[in-house]
C-alpha cells in the first residue's frame, strides 16, 4: 500500500516490516536540494517507527539509482552548506554527509537494491547503506570527483576503505572509473551481483527474512559486528559488546522458545544438523 511516508521525490510502501523506498526524482534521479530534504524527512519520520524493520531502497528510473550529486552546487557553494539538512548531526560536516550519515545510523537494517548507475553522491548514498545488491546487466559505480578537481564529499573517502580496503578504495576515487557490478561484488562494494531477472527476488526475501526476526536481533547483531569491525575500537571491546548484546537477547523470550523448538525438531542429531537452516526456516 502506498503510505503516508510518501514525498514528492520518494513513492514508498509498506510490507510486513519492510519499508518499500523507490527514489523518483527525474530526469536522472539527481541528489539534488529536493531528493536530499526529502530523505532527511523520511529518516526523520520511519527512525522512530519499531514496526519498520527493514529499509529497502529502489529507483523508478531502471537507467539511474541516484545520477550523483547536483553539481550546480559549485555555482554557490554557501547556498549548499545552508541546506536545511539532518540538523541533529554534526554541523561541521556538510549537508550531504549529514544526510547520509543519518541514513547510515538508523535503527533499520537498510539494503540497497542497484539497477542502473550510481556515481559520486549517489555511490557514496549506496555506501552509507548495510547492503548493497546490484543488477549483473545494468548496475555500475563510481567515484569520479577527483576528475572534476575535487574528492569525494558526502561519505566516500570514509565509507569506501571499510568496504573494499586502502588500496582499492584509493583506485576507485582517484582513478575515477566506472565499476561494474562483478567486479563491485568482487572488490566487496556490494554483496552480490545478480541477473537483473533475480534481483528483486534475492533482494525481498533477504528483508523479508530479516524483518521476520524477533524483535531486537537484527539490531543487536548489527550492532555488535560494528563494534567488532570498528578501527577505533579494539577486538576485545567488540567481544565484550557482542557478549553484552547477547546477554540482553537470552532475556527475551524468544530466544528460549525457538531452541526448544529447534531440538524438539532435530538440532543437535546428525540428520537434523545436515538441513539445520531449513529446519529452522520451518519452525519460525
Known amino acids: 500500500m502506498t503510505d503516508a511516508y510518501s514525498t514528492r521525490t520518494l513513492k514508498i510502501s509498506l510490507s510486513s516490516g519492510v519499508a518499500y523506498v523507490v527514489i523518483d526524482n527525474p530526469p536522472i534521479n539527481l541528489l539534488d536540494a529536493a531528493l536530499m530534504a526529502d530523505l532527511d524527512r523520511f529518516a526523520d519520520a520511519i527512525s522512530g517507527d519499531q514496526d519498520i524493520r527493514v529499509i529497502v531502497f529502489d529507483s523508478a528510473d531502471p537507467d539511474f539509482f541516484v545520477a550523483h550529486g547536483d553539481m550546480t552546487a559549485a555555482d554557490d557553494p554557501a547556498a549548499f552548506v545552508a541546506l536545511p539538512v539532518a540538523p541533529g548531526e554534526d554541523q561541521s560536516l556538510n549537508p550531504m554527509m549529514r544526510l547520509h550519515e543519518r541514513i547510515r545510523s538508523l535503527p533499520q537494517i ?10 559520486g553522491g549517489g555511490a557514496e548514498l549506496l555506501s552509507a547503506m548495510d547492503m548493497r545488491f546490484a543488477s549483473l546487466e545494468r548496475a555500475g559505480m563510481a567515484q569520479m570527483e577527483c576528475r572534476l578537481g575535487i574528492i569525494p564529499g558526502a561519505g566516500g573517502t570514509a565509507y569506501l576503505p571499510g568496504l573494499v580496503g586502502r588500496a582499492r578504495a584509493l583506485e576507485i576515487i582517484l582513478g575515477g572509473q566506472l565499476v561494474d557490478a562483478a567486479t563491485a561484488e568482487r572488490i566487496g562494494w556490494v554483496n552480490r551481483a545478480v541477473p537483473d531477472a533475480e534481483l528483486d527476488h534475492v533482494v525481498d526475501t533477504l528483508a523479508a527474512r530479516i524483518a521476520a526476526l524477533p524483535p531486537g536481533v537484527a539490531r543487536a547483531a548489527t550492532e555488535a559486528v560494528d563494534s567488532a569491525d570498528s578501527a577505533a575500537e579494539s577486538t576485545t571491546q567488540g ?16 530466544a528460549a522458545r525457538l531452541a526448544k523448538a529447534a531440538l524438539a525438531a532435530g538440532a543437535h542429531t546428525r540428520d537434523g544438523e545436515r538441513h539445520l537452516e531449513a529446519l529452522v526456516d520451518d519452525i519460525t
Open 110 to 119: 537498510t539494503i540497497a537494491k542497484l539497477r542502473g548507475l550510481a556515481r
Open 239 to 254: 567481544l565484550r559488546k557482542a557478549n553484552e548484546l547477547l546477554n540482553g537477547l537470552f532475556g527475551e523470550p524468544a
